[in-house]
Each structure stands twice: as structure tokens, then as C-alpha cells.
């Protein structure tokens, strides 16, 4: 039996970790290009009903204090805000917005960083 990747106050989205708790924004894209629409709107259900919980337990301290669970619970968090995009008004749209996304190269992203990075800007 596995350990839970997330934090126990949150273990009706254990179902989803090992599909949404990614890291980086490339891999977060790529989730939402692999998953099937009934896949996104099942995680958007799920996390709408506790993305103001997820948000205050991951805001309440520094980056750097996340522990890994925490890290895996935010990194769900914005993997909602990549599923939203999906979802508001623009499911006929997805299939050709994830065959842009596999062609788009980013050449500078300052603010879309690795947890690994952020977690270590925000302790310099």
C-alpha cells in the first residue's frame, strides 16, 4: 500500500495525485493534453468544492516551509487553473489549443517556475 501523496484534510483528492500533483508548468500542460474532458471535469468538480481550503493551507507559510505533500497539493492547485481554462466555455476549443501548446516554445518564463525553483528563490 502506498503512502498519500497529499496532506490528510485532503484525502477525497488522493483519486487524483498521481494524474494532477505534477510539477512544472510543461508538465501541468501536458496532463491537461493527455487527460480525456470527463478526466478534467471530474478533477474541476472535485477541487472546486475545496480550492479555498487547498489555497489557505498552502498560503499560510512560506514556500519553502510546503512540506511534500503540501508541494503536491498546490501543484493539484494550479493544475485546477490549467483544467478551468478547459472548462470555462472552451471544451470545443481544447483539441486544437493542446495541438498549439506542443508546438509553443517558451523563451523566457520569470514567473512560471519549478516548484524546485521557486522553493528555492523564496528562501534566498
Known sequence: MRANLLPAAFSELEPFADQWAVMGMD?????????????????????????????????????????????????????YGHVSLTLDGRENQEIEHAACRREM???????????????????A
Open 105 to 123: 516554445v517558451l523563451t523566457r518564463v520569470s514567473r512560471a517556475l519549478p516548484m524546485e525553483v521557486m522553493l528555492a528563490q523564496d528562501t
Open 27 to 79: 508538465a501541468r500542460a501536458r496532463a491537461r493534453d493527455d487527460s480525456t474532458m470527463e478526466e478534467k471535469k471530474a478533477l474541476y468538480a472535485a477541487m472546486s468544492d475545496v480550492a479555498e481550503a487547498v489555497l489557505d493551507r498552502v498560503g499560510a507559510k512560506p514556500l519553502a516551509d510546503l512540506d511534500a505533500p503540501e508541494q503536491r497539493l498546490m501543484a493539484m492547485l494550479l493544475s
